[in-house]
């Protein structure tokens, strides 16, 4: 009986251990089923779609030398171009105090200002508000412009003229000057072969143009200017060799970083010099218009904190010590540069890589406070590259907050 048992019992335990493998070996096959059908589709994806997205991660193949240059002692002016961001918006009514020390009224004060007040240099405002990547780079001369068809013009009479870009693309602007808001200029200046010209019309009606000049001349003096003649800007043509400082892409007009790193390099080598500092795009993860791929987290799960965007990161490669990024020198930075202090609020946003709203206007642009700490960053940058000095006046270096 005890024998029928035991043996009762040994018959139970074979069987459950066969069920048991039994299961095992259906789920691993199972498994395996799930794991060969996402390879053949992940390989599928990789055949239909080859290289173009990560060719859009890559930079391109370059002419331009991104190494730092020792500064060759030569006086220059500075020009800043860029967008909304460079020329100010959002500036107003802003006083900072260290200590006991009277106020410093910054009120409407832009990165510009900030810049020419650090360094006692002539800093010219070239941002354009709603301008992209593009339209900076046209502005600036790295993206070029030609006459389309001959003509023949003197001073006092216009004659018809079609404007077009590198591919043909027929140009019109606000002010073909191209000196911005902040800097009191004729409008609608163009050089073209060392001669200036004035522009005339609207994109509805089509562009004029006639000869020009601020001295006295020969009116009854003509030129002719030949087809695929280059148009210059006043802008373009005058600030050629200016330390160069660039911010450009937060409206768009790039579908990839390739393009992007394109653009950056055609306005450096346009301006013929080789002192230029590259500002990162500032807008909070998550928030921008330009590069919606980015994210407030990294592919980790981890928050981007003051770690590089995928954007800041390809800048950082293309540009090495000439690129600042912004966000986080405005996160570690911003708020002790101008004498604020952080809100529980503003370290919460800190961890996840956002600027403090004490420094910004609104939720892309920055207020008084905001552009004037990028300014100081800007000045810092340089001395590090050695194109200016330490200017002393109140105000020291940055001190890092601990975020």
Known sequence: M???KKYRNLLRFIAVTLILILMISVVAAAKQHIDNKKSNHNQDIEEEYPDEDAEAYELPERTLNSD???YDGVPRTISCWGDSMMFGMGAGEAYI????????DISGWTSPDTLQYLTGIKVYNLGVSGETS????????????YVRDTFEVGYDDSVDVTI?????GEVYMADFSAYGYTEPQESDIVYINDEMFKITGTEEEGLHICRYSDEEVNYDAFTTVYADTQVYTKASYERKNDILILEIGSNGGWENYRQLINQYDAMIQ??????????????DPGTSIADTTQGIRNEDGTY?????????ATLREAYGDHFINMRTYLIENGLTDVG?????????GFRRGRISKQLRYDWTHFNSYGYYSKGIAIYAKGVELGYWAVSYTHLTLPTKLEV
Do not use: H
């Not at 346009?270 to 590259?278: K, P």
């Open 97 to 104: 105090v260290f200590g006991d020390d009277e106020p410093f």
């Open 164 to 168: 077009v870009d590198e591919n043909g």
């Open 134 to 145: 593009y339209e900076i780079a046209l502005r600036q001369g790295g993206i070029k412009m």
């Open 2 to 4: 005890r024998l029928k």
């Open 270 to 283: 346009n301006s013929g010099c080789d002192y230029y500092i590259i500002v990162g795009d500032t807008d």
């Open 68 to 70: 730092v240059i020792p």
């Open 340 to 348: 604020l202090r952080p809100t529980v609020g503003d370290y919460k």
């Open 304 to 312: 981007i904190g003051v770690g590089d965007t995928a954007w800041e």
